[in-house]
């Protein structure tokens, strides 16, 4: 194992060892769930927004150490950002897990989730916390609208 995929496995480990952000608000703003039926991975990612900024995020679930540390990453990424600065974050997250030529530059501790890229079926676990958030902001933009 090379030392940069040795880092990558540490920053995981701790994550799921010590997850950020873990639990549930209890009057969040928006509130969703995703599962991944093919490994059993559930997520709930709650938030409250105050004037379009992401003010609290938090995440509960079961499911692997990769899904579980990758929701624990996306709290800390986008807690304080606006939703369009979420938003961004999610594209970019999602484009380096695709293995799109992006730069990954600001993400941070993000990027010790492109070793998943090199276990196909584990790129779903790695990407449920942040597609479960992007659906919650879609339905909140969705709901503000109307």
């Not at 990424?77 to 799109?100: P, S």
């Not at 919650?136 to 609208?145: C, E, I, N």
Request: with cysteine; aromatic share 4%.
């Amino acid at each position: 194992m090379s030392a940069l995929d040795e880092l990558y496995r540490e920053v995981i480990l701790e994550h799921y060892k010590n997850p950020r952000n873990h639990g549930r608000l209890a009057e969040p703003d928006v509130a969703t769930r995703g599962h991944n039926p093919l490994c059993g991975d559930d997520i709930e990612v709650s938030l409250n927004l105050e004037d379009d900024v992401i003010r609290d995020i938090r995440f509960q679930g079961k499911g692997c150490s990769i899904s579980q540390a990758s929701a624990s990453m996306l709290t800390e990424a986008v807690k304080g950002k606006t939703t369009d600065e979420a938003r961004r974050i999610v594209d970019t997250f999602k484009g380096m897990m695709h293995g799109d030529a992006i730069s990954t530059e600001g993400l941070g501790d993000l990027e010790a989730l492109q070793g998943v890229r090199k276990y196909p079926v584990r790129i779903k676990c790695a990407l449920l916390a942040w597609t479960t958030l992007q659906e919650g902001l879609d339905l909140h933009a969705k709901a503000a609208q109307a």
